[in-house]
Nanobody, 115 residues
Framework: QVQLVESGGGLVQPGGSLRLSCAAS????????MGWYRQVPGKQRELVATATSSGNTNYADSVKGRFTISRANANYTVYLQMNSLKPEDTAVYYC?????????WGRGTQVTVSS
């Protein structure tokens, strides 16, 4: 079993920044990809950003140019630097990890962008 723990969420004003962190632990041999997704009540969970072990990244169009995903592979850690935050970024942000044949999810961290 793999556990993912997110941190760094909170309340921030529009235009502000937050950095989310996620650390994976447990029965891990390797993680192919890690990423961030977000979800608001009544809406489908959506991809925010992902990063593979080889360094490939992808972002949702809505966050390109504002968010940056990075990984510390040796520590099974992924970060999401969020800049120029908008109220529509408000959501629960979930960390994900793709192992060889299984995907794991964290419990989520709340990000609220409001004045």
């Amino acid at each position: 079993q793999v556990q993912l723990v997110e941190s760094g969420g909170g309340l921030v004003q529009p235009g502000g920044s937050l950095r989310l962190s996620c650390a994976a632990s447990g029965n891990i041999n390797s993680i192919n990809a890690m990423g961030w997704y977000r979800q608001v009540p009544g809406k489908q969970r959506e991809l925010v950003a992902t990063a593979t072990s080889s360094g490939n990244t992808n972002y949702a169009d809505s966050v390109k140019g504002r968010f940056t995903i990075s990984r510390a592979n040796a520590n099974y850690t992924v970060y999401l630097q969020m800049n120029s935050l908008k109220p529509e970024d408000t959501a629960v942000y979930y960390c994900s990890a793709q192992l060889i044949s299984q995907n794991y999810w964290g419990r989520g961290t709340q990000v609220t962008v409001s004045s």
